[in-house]
T-cell receptor
Framework: EAGVTQFPSHSVIEKGQTVTLRCDPISGHDNLYWYRRVMGKEIKFLLHFVKESKQDESGMPNNRFLAERTGGTYSTLKVQPAELEDSGVYFC?????????????FGSGTRLTVV | GNSVTQMEGPVTLSEEAFLTINCTYTATGYPSLFWYVQYPGEGLQLLLKATKADDKGSNKGFEATYRKETTSFHLEKGSVQVSDSAVYFCALTTGGSNYKLTFGKGTLLTVNP
């Protein structure tokens, strides 16, 4: 089966601009997760979708971040306006309906640099 | 809350050397413990896991034992290869949020021929 795909792999934008990251999960995976690794720090959970519904968005840092998953397929994570501290690697993962981490498949991440 | 502390890198070893990457944790509740690996240009992959005290997870020659008394889950390999060069992350989940991983900062391992 195809893996989790993230677009773009790299993005460099200026402070104040908008960026949209995309994640295509494995077909049939109802659960989709976003994580972020800021340079030199831990990978941190951002949010969890079950199909198109947000189940847990406790990790979203502030209201400049908007995640959507229309139709329960791919997901987007928009940052508007971007700030310097948003730089990092954004990971997406998906899993089957059981939803535990054992079934996670991660994408290779999007490296975002805000200058 | 939950947290994971792992050995700061980078770690540079020669091929066939012994590897240890230390990991300790704090958790509310009884955690499951994991090691993930990220090879260059790839996504995170589950390397091994342990779900209860004294369990040993193993895969690809790597091992880690769940030590409840020391709240540790150190990763070891007896003889590393160049192909083991990657970033290694220790992580945990706890019962009520078993879909949500708490990670350490990661340790970059470079193995030279």
């Amino acid at each position: 089966e195809a893996g989790v795909t993230q677009f773009p792999s790299h993005s460099v934008i200026e402070k104040g601009q908008t960026v949209t990251l995309r994640c295509d999960p494995i077909s049939g995976h109802d659960n989709l997760y976003w994580y972020r690794r800021v340079m030199g720090k831990e990978i941190k959970f951002l949010l969890h979708f079950v199909k198109e519904s947000k189940q847990d968005e406790s990790g979203m840092p502030n209201n400049r971040f908007l995640a959507e998953r229309t139709g329960g397929t791919y997901s987007t994570l928009k940052v508007q306006p971007a700030e310097l501290e948003d730089s990092g690697v954004y990971f997406c993962a998906s899993s089957r309906p059981t939803g535990t981490v054992d079934g996670y498949t991660f994408g290779s991440g999007t490296r975002l640099t805000v200058v | 809350g939950n947290s994971v502390t792992q050995m700061e890198g980078p770690v540079t070893l020669s091929e066939e050397a012994f590897l240890t990457i230390n990991c300790t944790y704090t958790a509310t509740g009884y955690p499951s413990l994991f090691w993930y690996v990220q090879y260059p240009g790839e996504g995170l992959q589950l390397l091994l896991k342990a779900t209860k005290a004294d369990d040993k997870g193993s895969n690809k020659g790597f091992e880690a034992t769940y030590r409840k008394e020391t709240t540790s889950f150190h990763l070891e390999k007896g003889s590393v290869q160049v192909s083991d060069s990657a970033v290694y992350f220790c992580a945990l989940t706890t019962g009520g949020s078993n879909y949500k991983l708490t990670f350490g900062k990661g340790t970059l391992l470079t193995v030279n021929p």
